[in-house]
């Protein structure tokens, strides 16, 4: 395994810097990004970030979605319009703009949460109700068998 795992917290020092995890820096040079690439979440107040792993996967995405439709257009909107590129400094730092920060409400502290191919940048107390909500919806699904028989 060699995708994003885990959650950390970080704080942003008095440069707006923060420090990327180094198993996710690890991570994106295995993959062969020079950097980080991020978007705002579709569905929660995150950031999702990653490599080429993740522009593989939505690549893959859309192009199971017809090209010059409305839905195409949406997609590679959210997808790409959206997006950002962040470098990563020798010692491991970025700094975050001032729309990711909005976006997820970020203040003085960054949680950052492996998603295997992906991981997401979120506001510590955010995370800590969507940490709560994940868990209780995961229990959920084992027991009505959605886990064991595929998401549906």
């Given amino acids: 395994m060699g995708g994003f795992v885990s959650n950390y917290t970080n704080k942003i020092d008095?440069?707006?810097?923060?420090?990327?995890?180094?198993?996710?820096?690890?991570a994106l040079a295995k993959d062969g990004y020079d950097g980080l690439y991020c978007y705002p979440s579709l569905d929660?107040?995150?950031?999702?970030?990653g490599g080429n792993?993740?522009?593989q996967a939505i690549d893959s995405r859309l192009a199971r979605v017809e090209t010059y439709t409305e839905a195409h257009d949406y997609l590679s909107t959210a997808f790409y319009g959206m997006s950002e590129q962040?470098?990563?400094?020798q010692d491991?730092?970025?700094?975050?703009?001032?729309?990711?920060?909005?976006?997820?409400?970020?203040g003085t502290h960054v949680t950052f949460v492996g998603q295997?191919?992906?991981?997401?940048?979120?506001?510590?107390d955010r995370f800590e109700d969507?940490?709560?909500?994940?868990?209780?919806?995961?229990?959920?699904?084992?027991r009505s068998g959605t886990i064991e028989g595929g998401v549906q």
């Fill in 86 to 89: 962040l470098k990563i400094d």
């Fill in 116 to 124: 295997g191919y992906k991981f997401q940048i979120w506001n510590p």
């Fill in 92 to 106: 491991g730092r970025t700094s975050l703009t001032d729309t990711i920060k909005g976006y997820a409400d970020i």
């Fill in 14 to 26: 008095g440069k707006g810097r923060v420090s990327i995890p180094a198993a996710f820096r690890a």
């Fill in 53 to 55: 792993g993740l522009l």
């Fill in 44 to 49: 929660m107040n995150a950031v999702d970030a």
């Fill in 130 to 142: 969507h940490r709560r909500k994940a868990m209780e919806l995961a229990l959920q699904m084992r």
